[in-house]
Structures are given as structure tokens and as C-alpha cells.
């Protein structure tokens, strides 16, 4: 999305779940829109899947021309609860700040989120989730497929155990 010469990125807050509906809204009247996504990891009924997600739920980036758009019926549009302002005046978002989301962007468009844990090797670890809910162990590495790999100390030995990302906690 390139923003218009004399056009200015603001910030619209959304109904619960209903970012695209605004998104769509807002480009009917003509405003320019970014909604950025990423892919989320949603388990559900033991399946995990990815699914997109708003990056910044219930909010969008709308761009406007304050010279000759109508920035007042952004919050009478469908989907839309306010504009953020300051005072009675749209707060402006920096270009770099929209910018920079974008060339995180993948070829698909998903914003790429640095998922890695930043755990050292050796380094204490709690469990959060599952049966070693609790349980004390070592970072012993990664899997290929976004899993922790720890240490845990059970009945007087070292036993190797792969768990979510999602899961693990440092100590």
C-alpha cells in the first residue's frame, strides 16, 4: 500500500474482530488502508494450525489526505468505533513506523515475527503447560518445527523432552 502524496497515516480502532470489515469500508470512501497480518498458531481439539491474524487487533492504519479528504466520516464508518486522536486532532503515525512493518512483510504479506526464544544453552527453564506443568529444566536447543527441546531432571536422570515454544518460560 503506497500512501498518496500529501497523505498522512492515522490509526483506527476497530469493533472486536472486525478489522477487515472497516478495511473494506475505509476503501470504498477512497482512504488508503494497511492492515497488517501475521500467521498465528492456533491449536485446537490436537491440531495445530496457522491462521491469519491482525497484527494489532481491533486496529488498522488509514491513510488521509487532510487537504482534501473527509477524515470525520472515518468514525461513522461500519466497523470502526474512533479514530485515535489528540484532542479533537487525528494523531499522526510516522511513515518510517508503517514503513518498517512493511518490509517485514513476506512475499505472502505476513508480517515475519522473530519467534526464536532467546534462551542461552544451559539456561534454566520453567514449564507453563502439559504433564511437567511446574518442572524445572535446561534449554537444550530447538526443533525445525518452532518445539523447545529441555533437560528435565526425572527420578535421578537426564531425560530429553520437546515441548511448544508456547509452553516454556525462563525461570
Known amino acids: 500500500m503506497i500512501l498518496d502524496r500529501g497523505s498522512q497515516w492515522f490509526v483506527a480502532q476497530t469493533h472486536p474482530r472486525a478489522e477487515t470489515k472497516a478495511a473494506q469500508q475505509l476503501n470504498r470512501q477512497g482512504f488508503s488502508v494497511y492492515l497488517p497480518h501475521f500467521l498465528k498458531r492456533r491449536r485446537h481439539a490436537r491440531r495445530v494450525d496457522m491462521v491469519a491474524a491482525p497484527l494489532f487487533p481491533r486496529y488498522l ?3 488521509v489526505d487532510m487537504a482534501t479528504q473527509r477524515w470525520l466520516s472515518i468514525r461513522s464508518t461500519i466497523g470502526v468505533t474512533r479514530l485515535i ?3 479533537n486532532v487525528p494523531a499522526v503515525v510516522q511513515n518510517d513506523i508503517v514503513d518498517a512493518l ?4 513476506d ?3 505476513f508480517i515475519q515475527l522473530n519467534q526464536r526464544p532467546q534462551f542461552r544453552l544451559g539456561e534454566e527453564i520453567r514449564v507453563l503447560d502439559g504433564a ?3 518442572t524445572l529444566g535446561l534449554f ?3 526443533t525445525d518445527n518452532e518445539r523447545v527441546t529441555i533437560l528435565l531432571d526425572l527420578l535421578g536422570c537426564k531425560v530429553r523432552v520437546s515441548l511448544d515454544l508456547e509452553a516454556v518460560v525462563a525461570a
Request: charged content about 20%; hydrophobic content about 25%; aromatic content about 10%.
Open 61 to 63: 492504519f488509514v491513510g
Open 85 to 87: 486522536c489528540n484532542g
Open 102 to 105: 512493511k518490509q517485514r512483510e
Open 107 to 109: 512475499p505472502a504479506g
Open 132 to 134: 511437567f506443568t511446574g
Open 140 to 142: 537444550d536447543g530447538m
